[in-house]
């Protein structure tokens, strides 16, 4: 890393000379793969130029992994300049074919980086698949290099409303970067993210459980370095959404994860300059934490004791009256716009010292200790006790009130796992399982899904699952609605009645869960038409609606039928899945109207080849060849359309099913005679 300064920025740090020539290369190679033909003499002399860079970068490193931001890339925790036109070509290529890393391994050949590069350099807009949302195993270029698809569908993070690509493309940059870091963070290999694992809590939650990787904490790091010189200087409602979003990120992220990402993020002066972008841009708290991470990674240089005095003001920031609050956020982030500047000193206090005066400091966010809190372990104690005693008796209950109130329900669960049942079990679960104790873990966020399932264990099956679909209806989180939904199914046949009565709430979330939830125990109760809320103004309540009406075989072809006519796209690739198990006649004249519309993606008119393929009928016959040629010749013969993954597709499927038909014959016959390999394949005989 090269560290530069500027006057009005600070320092700032660059890209080292190495891998900044490396990257120019990689990209110069791909467009040179772009514009030249299969064979040309420069393709090899580009690959063999970026290998040797290659070489000399992975002698120090086992692997080298480059994230895709929209325009930018990220390589050991630095982004590229968006203005650096070279660089910027190379993000918005890889961008466009829904590609999230390209990691390259010691030992990776010059063979295999022509094949990335050769796949990297189709076009998507030209009737091209992404490779991202392709076959899986073309991502898997070598056993050295390989590509990592990043979905997007199913990703909805700003607001609550759905995102389309033009919506994502003109949002404002802070959260175009928000969704870069959780894609990274999300994402695994092809498997597609569901919208409620976007959530803070959730992104947090797959980086703390991630194993220690230097390709996955390079590309985290650098998209937290990028947010937060973003949201130093941003305004407006986005701006504010994403600094609510990256400071409830931090606060979720555990010491040791927060530890190791600050260390990946560079020297001294990169995280100098990253916990001054964070002091201007997020939480009070927030910041605290970022500041005793980067106090963990540099051996503790930062003095305890204004750490402490930092993590009591943050606590008044988020607390009291608008002045008082104000007043503590000023102060903190002034102070830590002074410490960073070059702390160095080690704390003298002894370790017994450190932690007594530790204990002092901390402060439940949001209100003031009470006496419980000081002395936490007291009544965990008298808990503990009492369960390995097999004692019942006041002083065990009042523990258990104690710290029920404290919020340590789940410390009391994990006492009663480790002793055998008692008298003092019992009584314990008595006090525990009840309506007030789940309502009380169901209003904590995020919530504790593995608590609250072991208390239900011993709630009866019908109030608790009444407790939790209220929950259900009523939280804003789609983390916890998610979860909820999780442990309702396991409910199965008991719960689907109570879901359906509440059907009938004229709200469309609450018809959107309940439908969710009839889907998940895969249950629909006497009197429930799925299909009667197929036709919803909301599109995510018509989703829930057509994936439940195909379970019930009665109305599958009604649900394949409204689904291929749906507006919206999701709906239809629900439909386009359906239909590869089976076509219904009625369905034929959809399908081929639905192949008719030009701005179609590819992979959509790929699946309704396939399910045409199912159905003998001439209205499949009349859509295969309108997919397959694109008018006639000037002595009417027909003309093969540009080759694209639906046309193949097309082809292969007149070949095999309608090679003797005298409307096929011509279009077979001048597929043959193409100068395209890949479309003469196509139609020969099998």
Do not use: C
């Not at 010059?110 to 991502?139: C, F, I, K």
């Not at 070598?142 to 493309?169: F, K, N, S, W």
């Not at 219904?584 to 109207?593: D, Y």
């Amino acid at each position: 890393m090269q560290v530069s300064k500027n006057a009005a920025d600070g320092p700032r740090v660059a890209l080292s000379k190495e891998l900044g020539e490396f990257l120019i290369e990689l990209s110069i190679a791909l467009n040179r793969t772009a514009m030249y033909p299969s064979g040309h003499p420069s393709l090899g002399d580009a690959a063999s130029v970026v290998i040797q860079h290659l070489a000399t970068l992975l002698y120090e490193r086992p692997t080298l992994s480059i994230g895709v931001a929209r325009r930018q890339l990220v390589i050991e925790g630095v982004a590229t300049d968006a203005r650096n036109p070279v660089l910027r070509s190379l993000a918005e290529r890889m961008h466009e074919h829904h590609i999230g890393a390209l990691v390259f391994e010691r030992g990776a050949s010059t063979e295999e980086v022509q094949s990335a590069l050769t796949l990297l350099a189709q076009e998507p807009e030209r009737g091209v698949t992404p490779l991202g949302l392709g076959d899986p195993s073309r991502l898997v270029v070598g056993p050295h290099v390989r590509l990592y698809a990043l979905t997007y569908e199913q990703l909805e993070l700003v607001g609550d409303g759905d995102r389309d690509e033009d919506e994502e493309e003109r949002a404002p940059r802070a959260t175009q970067l928000w969704i870069g870091l959780a894609r990274a963070a999300l994402a695994a290999g092809t498997r597609e993210v569901a919208a409620h694992e976007t959530e803070p809590a959730a992104v947090a939650q797959a980086i703390n459980e991630h194993d220690a990787a230097q390709a996955y904490d390079q590309v985290i790091v650098g998209y937290l370095l990028q947010i937060a010189d973003e949201l130093k200087a941003g305004g407006g409602a986005a701006s504010a959404a994403v600094r609510r979003r990256m400071s409830r990120l931090v606060g979720a992220l555990n010491q040791d994860t927060l530890k190791r990402l600050v260390e990946m993020g560079g020297d001294g002066a990169q995280r100098q300059q990253f916990l001054l972008d964070a002091s201007q841009g997020l939480s009070a708290d927030a910041v605290v934490d970022l500041v005793k991470a980067a106090g963990d990674a540099s051996s503790r240089p930062v003095s305890q004791s204004l750490l402490r005095i930092l993590t009591k003001l943050s606590s008044f920031a988020g607390a009291g009256d608008t002045d008082a609050r104000s007043n503590a956020d000023a102060a903190v982030r002034e102070q830590i716009r002074h410490l960073v500047s070059g702390w160095s000193l080690e704390s003298p206090n002894p370790e017994e010292y450190e932690i007594a005066l530790e204990s002092m400091s901390r402060v439940t966010r949001g209100r003031r200790a009470s006496m419980s809190e000081s002395y936490p372990a007291e009544p965990i104690r008298v808990l503990q006790i009492g369960l390995e005693s097999g004692g019942a008796g006041p002083g065990l209950l009042t523990a258990v009130d104690l710290l029920i109130g404290i919020g340590e329900v789940a410390a009391v669960v994990q006492a009663l796992g480790e002793v055998d049942r008692n008298a003092a079990t019992r009584d314990v679960w008595g006090r525990l399982a009840t309506t007030e104790v789940v309502l009380t873990l169901l209003h904590r966020e995020p919530v504790d899904f593995e608590t609250l399932d072991a208390i239900l264990e011993h709630i009866d099956r019908h109030q608790g699952a009444q407790v939790l679909l209220d929950a259900l209806v009523q939280s804003e989180s789609r983390t916890t609605r998610m979860g909820l939904l999780k442990l309702l199914g396991r409910l199965g046949d008991e719960v689907a009645p109570l879901a359906a009565e509440r059907l009938s709430d004229e709200r469309w979330f609450v018809k959107r869960n309940m439908l969710a939830l009839l889907r998940s125990v895969a249950v629909v109760p006497k009197g429930v038409s799925p299909i009667a809320y197929a036709r919803h103004e909301e599109p995510r309540v018509r989703r829930e609606a057509i994936e439940l009406a195909f379970l019930v075989p009665a109305e599958r072809d009604r649900a394949l039928g409204t689904a291929l006519t749906d507006e919206d796209e999701r709906i239809v690739r629900i439909g386009m899945r359906a239909a590869q198990d089976g076509v219904p006649e009625t369905a034929v004249p959809l399908l081929a109207r639905l192949a008719g519309e030009a701005d179609l993606p590819v992979d959509l008119r790929v699946q309704i080849v396939r399910a045409l393929r199912t159905v003998r009928s001439p209205i499949a016959l009349d859509a295969l060849i309108r997919m397959a040629t694109q008018g006639s010749t000037f002595f009417g013969r027909p003309r093969i359309a540009p080759k694209s993954a639906d046309v193949i597709a097309a082809l292969a499927a007149l070949g095999e099913l309608w090679r003797s038909d005298p409307r096929v014959v011509p279009v077979l016959r001048r597929a043959a005679r193409s100068s395209d390999p890949d479309i003469r394949a196509a139609v020969e005989p099998s």
